[in-house]
């Protein structure tokens, strides 16, 4: 079975500072990948995904991430970090057979200090 | 379009009380998911459903039950609660018609405090 490590349950940054979450995943062949950001009261919103093609992957509000396959892992990145991203980050793995389900990592919580 | 919609937002229940959260979803999808988040857990799938009439277990099932006589509705029953599940409830669909890599839509959630 698939499983997902997020190493680090909280992550502090300055505003303006670069952001790298780590996600890495167990799972014998190429897994579809996802990233999701929770803000505070709300549900999961998909941030970027990938399935396929170039590894770096461009995502909403300024976020990409990059498969490595190698290392097996999905870090997600952003070149500065607003005070507005302040949240908890999911990676999520789903593998191509089956029912789809996928699985969730414990989640990052993101604090950005201003 | 409201996408995917849980009732109730927030709710307390003593010990051995019943209650039925209540998902719903216009966007057509095959797929429906309820999962429970706690503290340091991630989320954690209970039931899902590939398409209307059909449901099946997840990973922490034992205590709920569901039901999705509806393609639009999910619902999740608990029949007697437990302190255990306290938690915040997401439902979440998706299209279930373009394999692995669809986006899941999640709801807002529902906070479940049982005494």
């Known amino acids: 079975a698939q499983s997902v490590t997020q190493p680090d349950i909280h992550i502090t940054v300055s505003e303006g500072a670069s952001l790298e979450l780590r996600c890495n995943y167990s799972?014998?062949?190429?897994?579809?990948l996802f990233w999701y950001v929770q803000s505070p009261g709300q549900g999961l919103q998909l941030l970027l995904k990938?399935?396929?093609?170039?590894?770096l992957v461009q995502g909403i509000k300024g976020f990409e991430a990059e498969f490595k396959r190698s290392q097996s892992s999905f870090n997600l990145r952003k070149p500065s970090v607003h005070w507005s991203d302040a949240a908890e980050y999911f990676c999520?793995?789903?593998?191509?057979?089956?029912?789809?389900?996928?699985?969730f990592g414990r989640g990052t919580s993101l604090i950005v200090h201003p | 379009n409201a996408g995917v919609t849980q009732t109730p937002k927030f709710r307390v229940l003593k010990t051995g009380q019943s209650m039925t959260l209540l998902c719903a979803q216009d966007?057509?999808?095959?797929?429906m998911y309820w999962y429970r988040q706690d503290p340091g857990m991630g989320l954690r799938l209970i039931h899902y459903?590939?398409?209307?009439?059909?449901?099946a277990k997840g990973e922490v099932p034992d205590g709920y039950n569901v039901s999705r006589l509806k393609k639009q509705n999910f619902l999740l029953g608990l029949e007697s609660a437990a302190p255990s599940q306290t938690s915040v409830y997401f439902c979440?669909?998706?299209?279930?018609?373009?394999?692995?890599?669809?986006?899941?839509?999640f709801g807002p959630g529902t906070r479940l405090l049982v005494l």
């Open positions: 979440a669909s998706r299209q279930g018609t373009s394999g692995a890599q669809e986006t899941q839509y």
């Open positions: 799972y014998g062949a190429t897994p579809y």
């Open positions: 990938y399935f396929s093609g170039d590894t």
């Open positions: 999520a793995v789903v593998t191509s057979g089956g029912s789809y389900i996928p699985t």
């Open positions: 966007m057509n999808h095959e797929y």
């Open positions: 459903s590939v398409g209307e009439g059909t449901t």
